[in-house]
């Protein structure tokens, strides 16, 4: 069973929309990480939130996190065509230790 | 700013042959993971490592592969027979604390003919 699931699992859009991703996950976490993989390279860290926050800025990024519905919402402002990249989300739990579980992503495309 | 970084960038190797993937984290960081990614598909999680020492490891790791910190910066992931279906991205990466972000390298794209 999927720890991390990301929806849509595509997404595009146009260069100055806003893009919401969401990801849901089955077990009580300690924190849930947003990364940014460009195709083909590393994962770029984008975003931390614990267990006990709510919410989290980082320039365009806002984070959102819902504990009770097991959600967690990543909400690209003003998109670039910089932003196009697949984005995932990686939670930390007790259940599955101090490693990271990826859900499969969401491929986001920005249009110019 | 500090990164992780992973060493070769592509290493084509025969079936069969042994690999060696080699990274170097964060110098002041304490748990270092190898993730692996085949082409398309998702981030899989194969082993952590604290206190010179595997702390967790997925099915994947089975003992074909082995890791080490040899010297105190380096941290490497051998796989002793590669298979085809052990072609992929590796990544490794390393983290402050166990709750802490986790900050990956560029990767090492494994092909095995």
């Known amino acids: 069973s999927q720890q991390g699931e990301e929806d849509p699992q595509a997404l595009s859009i146009q260069e100055g929309e806003n893009a919401t991703m969401n990801c849901s996950y089955k077990?009580?976490?300690?924190?849930l990480q947003w990364y940014r993989q460009n195709s083909g390279r590393g994962l770029v860290h984008l975003i931390l939130?614990?267990?006990?926050?709510r919410e989290k800025h980082s320039g365009r990024l806002r984070v959102t996190l819902d504990t009770s519905k097991k959600s967690s919402s990543l909400l690209i402002t003003a998109s670039r065509a910089a932003d196009t990249a697949s984005y995932f989300c990686?939670?930390?739990?007790?259940?599955?230790?101090?490693?990271?579980?990826f859900g499969p992503g969401t491929r986001l495309s920005v249009l110019p | 700013e500090p990164e992780v970084t992973q060493t070769p960038s592509h290493q084509v190797t025969q079936m069969g042959q042994e690999v060696i993937l080699r990274c170097v984290p964060i110098?002041?960081?304490?748990?270092f993971y190898w993730y692996r990614q085949i082409l398309g598909q998702k981030v899989e999680f194969l082993v952590s490592?604290?206190?010179?020492?595997?702390?967790?490891k997925s099915e994947i790791f089975d003992d074909q592969f082995s890791v080490e910190r040899p010297d105190g910066s380096n941290f490497t992931l051998k796989i002793r027979s590669t298979k085809l279906e052990d072609s992929a991205m590796y990544f490794c990466?390393?983290?402050?604390?166990?709750?802490?972000?986790?900050?990956f390298g560029q990767g090492t794209r494994l092909t095995v003919v």
């Open positions: 077990t009580s976490i300690n924190n």
């Open positions: 110098s002041n960081h304490l748990y």
């Open positions: 939130i614990r267990s006990n926050e």
């Open positions: 490592f604290y206190n010179n020492e595997i702390s967790e």
């Open positions: 990466a390393s983290s402050a604390g166990g709750y802490y972000e986790a900050f």
């Open positions: 990686a939670t930390v739990s007790h259940v599955y230790g101090q490693n990271f579980v």
